[in-house]
């Protein structure tokens, strides 16, 4: 089967992503490349700091937080959960069971997989016990969590005990090697604080603009969570199946059996690697790809983003790539990166750039005002477009897109044209930069 060319890193005959993607097409509608980002989010759950890319002072796990975006329908759930049922297959009997248990594995997830109950306050306690209810041991538990919710704003508002997710999540994928939460604030016993060393987190999770808008709190995009996410934004389902092939359980287990299998040969599940406190992580070599790189990051850091409010995501890119070019080779069972990950993990993170200003847009849509400037931005970065494509870029209320247009050909802004089978707007002074100005006429 013939797959999109920027997702060439997910097909390689010996990663362990190809057959999982190969028989989920075969039995699911969701969009590839929903299936693609959850299973890269899914590796970086499963190895999580148990590899390690040095690049100047900091290391670079292959730990990568995923959202996916689409309306109601459209598949994100199905992607998430066949991704979080190989993720708790993979990680069951990683760790021993405790004194007293009849077999000598463990037969739960070894990590905490926190969903839509998910608080900051749930979120401190999971990294404070082991997920069979023990206090952890600092020692021998490292403290790894997982959030992984079909539906994003069901744990993310603007108010009630949820309040606060964003800068605990954004400081918390960082991966940083210590983190600190005041827990409550006593009368008698002043402020408590809970310290974490080596807190391992990831998320994944879908959404729709519709929800974004109305629930998401607005630190979301100006701040460091945006730009820690790989966002996939799809409007429709990847294919129709009148027969889909049936994928059940027992198939998933034993898909999670032999990707156990493969990264414990390979080193990315060594269950020694968390000892006394300390991780003792596989080294992933980067001298091959270092020439490389470096040119890539000249050309990068020459580049600005055209949106202001991408400035953050753009400075994030680097590292972004780097996570996805691990993954590719961790699925490869590889234990260097080289120039071709890298250069597949940029066609696959480059490619979702389109999805990203979309998403940013729209989701800051509230009135008739906020669609004549998403409407104005589109043009602007498109230049000429079908009212077709527009519509399904606008997402606003039928009657309101007529209006719209209507507006923007009087104000001067965009003009109309084509058939009646096939109507264009395309804006009017392609001079124009700005949300409401124009350059002046030369004399």
């Known amino acids: ?5 920027v997702l060439r890193g997910f097909f390689h005959d ?13 039995s699911t509608e969701a969009p590839l490349r929903y299936h693609c980002a959850a299973i890269l989010s899914a590796l970086g759950i499963v190895v999580g700091r148990r590899a390690v890319m040095q690049t100047g002072i900091y290391g670079i796990y292959p730990i990568t937080p995923v959202i996916l975006v689409g309306p109601s329908g459209v598949g994100k759930t ?15 009997g990683q760790v021993p069971r405790r004194k007293g248990a009849a077999d000598d594995k463990h037969m739960g997830s070894k990590m905490w997989l926190l969903a839509d109950e998910a608080t900051p306050q749930a979120i401190i306690r999971a990294f404070t016990l082991t997920p069979w209810g023990d206090d952890r041991n600092e020692d021998t538990d490292p403290a790894e969590l997982a959030i992984i919710a079909g539906e994003m704003a069901t744990f993310m508002s603007r108010s009630g005990e949820k309040e606060g997710m964003i800068p605990v999540l954004t400081k918390l994928l960082e991966q940083p090697d210590e983190y600190s939460r005041l827990l409550v604030k006593d009368m008698t016993r002043g402020d408590r604080k809970q310290d974490i060393t080596y807190p391992t987190t990831s998320f994944m999770a879908g959404t729709t603009i519709e929800w974004m808008r109305k ?26 199946l009148p027969n889909p092939k049936r994928l059940d359980a027992g198939e998933l287990r034993k898909m999670a059996e032999r990707w156990e299998k493969t990264l414990f ?28 790189w470096a040119k890539w990051g000249k050309i990068h850091h020459e580049r600005r983003p055209g949106d202001a409010r991408l400035v953050g995501h753009h400075n994030a890119l680097p590292q972004t790539i780097q996570r996805t070019a691990m993954c590719f080779a961790v699925a490869r069972q590889k234990d260097k990166v080289e120039p071709q990950d890298l250069k597949e993990a940029e066609a696959f993170i480059l490619s979702l750039l389109g999805d ?8 800051e849509v509230h009135g008739f005002a906020d669609y004549c400037q998403l ?22 209320p039928g009657a309101m897109f007529e209006d719209l247009l209507e507006w923007s050909v009087a104000s001067g802004l965009a003009k109309r044209g084509g058939t009646k089978k096939a109507p264009w707007v395309e804006l009017a002074n392609k001079g124009m930069t700005s949300w409401g100005t124009t350059p002046k006429k030369k004399s």
């Open 375 to 396: 409407l104005h931005r589109l043009l602007i970065n498109q230049q000429h477009s079908t009212e077709s494509e527009l519509r399904t870029q606008i997402k606003c």
């Open 78 to 92: 199905q992607a998430i959960q066949l991704a979080q049922i190989l993720v708790r297959e993979v990680t069951k």
């Open 356 to 363: 990203l200003h979309e998403v940013l847009l729209q989701s």
């Open 1 to 5: 089967m013939e797959h999109d060319p």
């Open 215 to 240: 629930l998401m709190p607005s630190e979301m995009f100006s701040g460091g969570f945006f730009r820690r996410c790989i966002m996939v934004k799809e409007e429709r389902k990847g294919q129709y």
């Open 14 to 26: 010996d990663s362990i992503f190809k057959k999982y993607l190969d028989r989920v097409v075969e």
């Open 265 to 292: 040969r390979s080193g990315y599940l060594n269950q020694d690697a968390y000892k006394g406190g300390i991780w003792r992580s596989k080294t992933i070599d980067f001298k091959s790809s270092e020439n490389y």
